[in-house]
């Protein structure tokens, strides 16, 4: 299936297709091109090469695996490459892997000679429903989730569910996050489905066929939400669902320590209601996400955090709370009054 995204900054296509990614350079617009294949040692020989297959002498750079490596150092040494191979305008980059791949290969394209063409092709379920659409780009910097970077949509993402299946348990999980972030704030009947369905497969398994359908209508709700708010004026904030706490604890714990979605996990459980929670606690313990209390820093180390962090207005933090599943509230909330919502929160247990 093939969805759409239509923004004042261009448009572009997503195609979700089992195999997909064999057919990489029919799909997407490689040819005649120098192009550029970003990727890390955890992602998978086979896919990089069957990206590079539909290439003409394709730049393959490859850096180590691990959240701590989406910075300065290892974008400074992927643009001397573009610029030591003579990459120009005309040219194109494409990220193969997870979120760390995207958001760091979207940031050089964005900067690259003042913006080249780049293409995504997630092989995590995290990056598939939400880093490889919308156009975030970004590195990390002193201990900070994605203090620096642009704003940069692809030319087209390309989905291969198949890729999905040599995941381990726990990065599953960390993608389910996510979803479930999706459902809680805008699909009802999303959310029942992700109760109602086994998704996360014992170890070695492939996810369920369903998977697909969940990807698509996770990817609609982003959709409709970039299209409408691009640059994150408004509408976009719901997407920071859970992520205000989240990052905050991420990089309390030490980035890579805990996975992305294991702290969304964390930082969505204070900002529901009491009903609401009771019906993410089991969904979360089911996806094999963290609900305990064993994982949070210290206040003191917390409230530092979430100073940093991109959605404060003045002395107030953007919020997104949920009072019913399916829907959202945003409310601005200083720093301290959402560090004591974490730690008045009944979480459950694992």
């Known amino acids: 299936m093939t969805l759409q995204v239509n923004t004042h900054l261009g448009s572009y296509p997503i195609t979700i297709e ?10 997407l617009n490689l040819t005649g091109r120098r192009v550029c294949i970003v990727t890390d040692t955890g992602v998978p020989e086979p896919y990089v090469q069957a990206i590079a297959a539909g290439c003409e002498n394709p730049l393959i750079f490859c850096f180590a695996q691990g959240e701590q490596n989406k ?3 290892t974008l400074r040494s992927l643009l001397a490459q573009l610029l030591h191979h003579g990459f120009d305008r005309t040219d194109a980059i494409v990220a193969v892997g997870g979120g760390v791949v995207t958001d760091l290969a979207g940031f050089a394209a964005a900067t690259y000679m003042r913006g080249i063409d780049f293409y995504n092709v997630p092989t995590t379920l995290l990056c598939a429903v939400d880093a490889s659409v919308g156009g975030k780009t970004a590195i990390d910097f002193d201990g900070y989730k994605n203090m ?4 940069w949509q692809p030319r087209a993402v390309l989905i291969d569910p198949e890729t999905l299946d040599t995941l381990p348990r726990r990065r599953i999980a960390d993608g389910l996050a996510e979803v479930v972030k999706m459902a809680l704030t805008n699909d009802a009947a999303l959310f029942e489905t992700i109760e109602q369905t086994v998704l996360l497969p014992g170890e070695g398994e492939p996810l369920p066929e369903a998977i697909d ?4 209508r996770a990817l609609a709700i982003k959709i409709f939400v970039v299209e409408n708010d691009v640059r ?5 904030r719901v997407l920071n669902f859970g992520h205000t706490l989240g990052h905050a604890i991420e990089s309390c714990v030490g980035l890579g320590e805990l996975y992305h979605g294991e702290c969304v996990a964390l930082g969505m459980v204070p900002m ?3 009903a609401v929670r009771a019906r993410l606690l089991p969904v979360l313990v089911r996806c094999g ?7 949070l820093p210290s206040k003191h180390e917390l409230l530092r955090a979430l100073k940093h962090d ?13 009072d019913s599943v399916g829907s959202f509230r945003m409310e601005n909330i200083t720093a301290e009054a959402l560090a004591d919502a974490l730690y008045a929160c009944p979480f459950g247990k694992e």
């Open 18 to 27: 089992r195999g997909a990614i064999r057919r990489a350079g029919e799909l």
């Open 71 to 73: 910075s300065f150092d």
């Open 148 to 151: 620096i970077g642009a704003f």
């Open 213 to 216: 359908d969940i990807i698509a």
């Open 232 to 236: 994150e004026k408004g509408l976009r």
């Open 272 to 274: 529901c209601s009491d």
């Open 289 to 295: 996400l963290p609900t305990a209390t064993k994982h």
């Open 310 to 322: 991109k959605k404060a207005a003045g002395a107030h933090i953007h919020a997104v709370i949920v």
